[in-house]
């Protein structure tokens, strides 16, 4: 999990503005996904790539965007249409479509007021 | 869509004595099953985990048991200690789903000096 990096730590937005999350992993990985964790509950799936140039949406995908342009890069935009923004976001990566095992970034803690 | 429910959400222990987190899931379809531990403010990080044609599967203190007719498993931690202490969350992954990992609301574990 070393290989997978997030920017920033922390991030502060005004209410009604698009920020974008940054995911990069040095591992070689196909697989790439992106959570929300809010205090109290576990992790839910945002969106998630299988392979470059394709992603699905996972279980809470509204209000927010992806894209796969780079086998190494998966950034996530929460955009204004986004209800309760407010939360820390883990991407996470797996090796291909045949393995389970999802190795997790350090994370971004998202505040917008 | 899979569903996870996990149990306790709160275990404190004394040093030295045994945990148990218990998780339910409720897709028969599911075969792969992950722990995780998350110290604060951190990644969660993989600590064991378990595939459906198997029982069950030990890490030196730590070993996870699967039930498919139930549809339950667990984790166990012997003689534990202060660094044990996490939250800890289960997960399971339906075959052929994109490897798409459903969590538990996860376990704060406390170990007691």
């Known amino acids: 999990d070393g290989g997978i990096t997030q920017s920033p730590k922390y991030l502060f937005r005004k209410e009604g503005q698009n920020v974008t999350l940054s995911c990069e992993q040095n591992l070689n990985h196909d697989a790439m996904y992106w959570y929300r964790q809010d205090p109290g509950q576990g992790l839910r799936l945002i969106y998630y790539s299988q392979i470059v140039n394709d992603f699905q949406k996972g279980d809470i995908a509204e209000g927010y965007s992806v894209s796969r342009e780079k086998k190494e890069s998966f950034p996530l935009t929460v955009t204004s249409a986004q209800k309760n923004p407010t939360a820390f976001y883990l991407c996470?990566?797996?090796?291909?479509?045949?393995?389970?095992?999802?190795?997790f970034g350090p994370g971004t803690r998202l505040t917008v007021t | 869509g899979e569903n996870v429910e996990q149990h306790p959400s709160t275990l404190s222990v004394q040093e030295g004595d045994s945990a148990v987190i218990k998780c339910t899931y409720s897709?028969?379809?599911?075969?792969?099953f992950p722990w995780y531990k998350q110290e604060l403010g951190k990644r969660p990080q993989l600590i064991i985990d378990?595939?459906?044609?198997?029982g069950e599967k030990k890490d030196q203190r730590i070993a996870v048991t699967l039930n498919k007719t139930a549809k339950h498993f667990s984790l166990h931690i012997t003689e534990t200690q202060p660094e044990d202490s996490a939250v800890y969350f289960c997960?399971?992954?339906?075959?052929?789903?994109?490897?798409?990992?459903?969590f538990g609301t996860g376990t704060q574990l406390k170990v007691e000096l």
């Open positions: 996470a990566s797996s090796p291909d479509r045949e393995s389970h095992e999802q190795y």
């Open positions: 897709d028969s379809a599911s075969n792969y």
């Open positions: 378990i595939r459906s044609n198997v």
């Open positions: 997960a399971a992954s339906i075959r052929g789903g994109g490897n798409k990992l459903t």
